[in-house]
């Protein structure tokens, strides 16, 4: 079965690759893309099951290397051989991943409030199999207003101090329909830490700049989990934005286009 990502492409200059967390999509990046269009091409997936992505049909325990296949061939048929990686929370996990497994592909990596082998899923989402049924029955059994107003409230509190009610409304509305929980536990469910573990293992010897970003407010991926990888990553440079939420993108999105900026012009 032939499977794919759905994806946009925005600007002109080098190619960067924009990997969204969970549960979001790729509107996620728009501050960032209306800010630094004029200077990269912003490649921009929707993760499966999200932003128009359709649920792949893959084995969880293959999700990241699967998701990272897909997001070098679509670079690749777009004529991006080389490019710059940026991945956010759990696509901070799906691009460490992808450097790993193609690392003749990537000119530079940065991790913002990325995702870790150590991160306790945030909000149950790892859950039992048993329990995971149970709330996709009650999930599947409300109105959508009902969802409407679950999914508004789970991504207010997710996102913290970086909770913008214009932008979180967006993604909050091409996020919620009857799969929402589906789509999140078929992702975080049953991920191959292991895999994970060995790609955060090799950045210390990769040739390729990396940055990595940290939000010390971080209700989703604890800070902890930020100074545990800055502490392996002694290659990196490790930038930490302060009284920042889980999206320094939304709430410091000058000071993190800058980030991108300098991290690739310094190169």
Same mark, same amino acid.
């Given at each position: *079965?032939?499977? &794919?990502?759905?994806?946009?492409? #925005?600007?002109?200059?080098?190619?960067?690759?924009?990997?969204?967390?969970?549960?979001?999509?790729?509107?996620?990046?728009?501050?960032?893309?209306?800010?630094?269009?004029?200077? +990269?091409?912003?490649? &921009?997936?929707?993760?499966?099951?999200? %932003?128009? &992505?359709?649920?792949?049909?893959?084995?969880? $325990?293959?999700?990241? $290397?699967?998701?990272?296949?897909? =997001?070098?061939?679509? *670079?690749?048929?777009?004529?991006?051989?080389?490019?710059?990686?940026?991945? !956010?929370?759990?696509?901070?996990?799906?691009?460490?991943?992808?450097? @790993?497994?193609?690392?003749?592909?990537?000119?530079?990596?940065?991790?913002?409030?990325?995702?870790?082998?150590?991160?306790?899923?945030?909000?149950?989402?790892? *859950?039992?199999?048993?329990?995971?049924? #149970? =709330?996709?029955?009650?999930?599947?059994?409300?109105?959508? @207003?009902?969802?409407?107003?679950?999914?508004?409230? %789970?991504?207010?509190?997710?996102?913290?101090?970086? @909770?913008?009610?214009?932008?979180?409304?967006?993604?909050? $509305?091409?996020?919620?329909?009857? +799969?929402?929980?589906?789509?999140? @536990?078929?992702?975080? =469910?049953?991920?191959?830490?292991?895999?994970?573990?060995?790609?955060?293992?090799?950045?210390?010897?990769?040739?390729?700049?990396?940055?990595?970003?940290?939000?010390?407010?971080?209700?989703?991926?604890?800070?902890?989990?930020?100074?545990?990888? $800055? /502490?392996?990553?002694?290659?990196?440079?490790?930038?930490?934005? /302060?009284?920042?939420? !889980?999206?320094? *993108?939304?709430?410091?999105?000058?000071?993190?286009?800058?980030?991108?900026?300098? !991290?690739?012009?310094?190169?």
């Amino acid at each position: *079965m032939h499977q &794919s990502l759905n994806y946009n492409i #925005i600007g002109k200059g080098p190619p960067i690759l924009l990997i969204h967390g969970i549960p979001s999509t790729a509107s996620l990046w728009g501050p960032l893309i209306s800010l630094l269009s004029d200077k +990269f091409t912003f490649v &921009s997936i929707n993760l499966p099951g999200f %932003g128009g &992505s359709p649920k792949l049909n893959i084995n969880p $325990q293959n999700s990241l $290397q699967d998701i990272a296949n897909l =997001s070098v061939k679509i *670079m690749i048929e777009n004529g991006f051989e080389k490019f710059h990686l940026i991945g !956010h929370s759990f696509g901070g996990a799906v691009a460490t991943t992808l450097s @790993y497994v193609y690392p003749e592909n990537i000119v530079s990596l940065i991790l913002s409030c990325p995702f870790t082998p150590n991160t306790q899923v945030p909000f149950n989402f790892g *859950m039992s199999n048993t329990f995971f049924k #149970i =709330s996709n029955s009650i999930w599947n059994k409300l109105n959508n @207003y009902s969802r409407n107003k679950l999914t508004e409230l %789970g991504v207010k509190r997710a996102y913290g101090l970086g @909770y913008l009610k214009e932008r979180a409304d967006v993604i909050s $509305q091409e996020i919620c329909d009857e +799969f929402l929980l589906e789509n999140i @536990y078929s992702l975080l =469910s049953n991920f191959n830490k292991n895999l994970l573990e060995q790609a955060y293992n090799s950045l210390s010897e990769k040739n390729f700049k990396i940055t990595i970003i940290g939000a010390d407010n971080d209700k989703v991926i604890p800070y902890k989990n930020f100074i545990e990888i $800055q /502490k392996k990553l002694l290659n990196s440079n490790a930038i930490t934005i /302060k009284n920042c939420g !889980h999206t320094p *993108m939304w709430q410091y999105s000058e000071l993190f286009a800058q980030i991108i900026n300098s !991290h690739i012009n310094d190169i």
